[in-house]
């Protein structure tokens, strides 16, 4: 038999236990549900023929432990030495008909017949004639509302102008009717709406009059809401942390430094850091029972704070997740962005040595680098065009909120989303089959390219290398060993 040993351990594989809770905001709701195309159900028999996933990516993580990620709903698991080796001997042909008798004979027949079951479930084995090729069913449709251009800081990657235009009740509600409108048109089962700006919480009355009427809207259709309020944190009070808390409306706050190394990320108009008060606003928010989400923007200007940062989120057990500088690329004033490659691969990996510390309970396959999603794969980065509606103040409607220059149509039309899905004159989100630079990788499926708008097609017809390619391929293998470690921690426990 080769390498397997009576004196292993029993054959294990260790799986997240609820593959469906994520973490929220790293375009997790805004992405397409992705399905497996399996062209027949799976036959366990001893007549049926299993090769290894084609697309299966392997990886060992120490002499015990190999980590794989599979292009499947259930797509990661981690398996101790023993099931690697019966997995490895469940690849030889003519070992099929021994499977039964030599395996079990050491591990019993019980055994060996729910890791190889196991292995087939996770797409690790696969019938020789299932295909496993991602295709979108997205159940979500997502809307960005933007509720007011104002805001009191001047973050160095923000791309908006800052106008003084605020969102009205009445194009507020019309907002909310014409998401309704959409979601009833298209069948979707779930809405989720995103209260951002500017700083949403300078409108925070206009929060809670379209959060009452959204959740009127809910009941009435029977459609699942969700909503999440994106701000700077800095307009926190006591009052506004029981009203969201009570109302069950998500809160994602912006944080990139501790303020101890550097404080210039996200700065008041004067000039001054807000790192200070914001973290002292979460540690209130946490004292009465609300705990938010962290968004960390990563850029050269505050990557040595990254691993500091990281120690503050992880010891307060809050979920977060990393972004990553938007305006690389064409559509952006290139040379107004400092970016060094080589210093942001080196100050993600000491934050990652931080996280490696403080193994948190949520899955790392989603949040730990910029739209990049490695717990399920996908044909698009994100629903860009598909399922993503994006709304100013004034009640024009755009495909994405990075390019509010040329609105697709208003709140007003009888549908906008179906505006936003036949218009093709803007940015268009193409499948990540169709990006001749990504057909090719091994992470296609869930890296999909990144940001459709750092990938876009340049006007010479040429396609641009995605934006942070080298950093994704030197950063996602280190991240597949972190959430192997954390499933490791937690489910041997």
């Known amino acids: 038999m080769g390498n397997i040993s009576k004196f292993n351990d029993p054959p294990k594989i260790y799986t997240q236990k609820n593959r469906f809770i994520q973490s929220y905001g790293q375009c997790d709701a805004c992405s397409p549900v992705v399905f497996l195309n399996k062209d027949k159900p799976h036959a366990i028999s001893p007549d049926t023929e299993f090769v290894k996933n084609k697309n299966l990516v392997v990886q060992k993580i120490d002499e015990g432990y190999t980590a794989f990620l599979t292009p499947a709903i259930n797509s990661f698991s981690v398996l101790n030495k023993s099931a690697f080796d019966c997995f490895e001997y469940f690849l030889i042909p003519e070992n099929s008909t021994k499977i039964n008798q030599e395996l079990s004979d050491i591990w019993g027949k019980k055994t060996v017949d729910r890791i190889f079951k196991k292995m087939v479930d996770l797409g690790i084995l696969v019938d020789v004639d299932a295909s496993f090729i991602p295709h979108e069913n997205p159940d979500t449709l997502t809307a960005w509302l933007h509720i007011t251009d104002r805001c009191n800081l001047r973050c160095q990657s923000c791309y908006l102008t800052h106008k003084n235009i605020d969102m009205s009740l009445k194009i507020g509600i019309a907002a909310i009717d014409a998401i309704f409108r959409s979601a009833l048109i298209h069948n979707y089962s779930h809405i989720k709406i995103k209260y951002a700006g500017g700083e949403p919480l300078f409108k925070f009355e206009l929060i809670k009059r379209l959060h009452f009427h959204a959740v009127e809207l809910s009941k009435k259709h029977c459609i699942e809401l969700e909503e999440v309020i994106l701000t700077n944190g800095t307009l926190l009070d006591v009052e506004k942390i029981h009203s969201i808390k009570e109302w069950g409306v998500k809160l994602t706050i912006s944080l990139d430094e501790t303020g101890k190394k ?120 994100c629903s860009l065009g598909l399922s993503y509606l994006v709304i100013n103040p004034l009640g024009n409607v755009y495909k994405c909120q990075m390019i509010m220059n040329s609105p697709v149509t208003t709140i007003y039309s009888n549908d906008p989303l179906a505006h936003v899905i036949k218009n093709d004159n803007q940015i268009q989100n193409k499948i990540v089959d169709e990006k001749n630079l990504c057909s090719a990788c091994k992470w296609k499926y869930w890296c999909t390219g990144g940001c459709p708008l750092n990938a876009q097609i340049s006007n010479k017809g040429k396609e641009l290398q995605p934006a942070y390619c080298n950093l994704y391929k030197s950063i996602i293998p280190e991240i597949i060993r972190l959430e192997a470690l954390r499933i490791l921690k937690y489910e041997r426990n």
């Open 262 to 381: 550097t404080n210039q990320q996200r700065i008041f108009a004067n000039g001054e850091g807000s790192a200070n008060k914001v973290k002292m606003l979460v540690d209130i928010s946490l004292y009465h029972g609300l705990a938010p989400k962290i968004s960390i923007t990563l850029t050269s200007n505050n990557i040595n704070e990254f691993p500091d940062l990281t120690r503050w989120v992880l010891k307060r057990k809050l979920s977060f997740n990393i972004n990553f500088d938007r305006r690389i690329g064409d559509l952006f004033n290139k040379e107004s962005i400092k970016y060094d490659e080589a210093e942001m691969i080196n100050g993600i990996f000491a934050g990652y040595k931080i996280i490696e510390q403080y193994l948190p309970q949520n899955s790392l396959l989603a949040c730990l680098a910029d739209r990049i999603n490695l717990s399920a794969p996908r044909l698009r980065t």
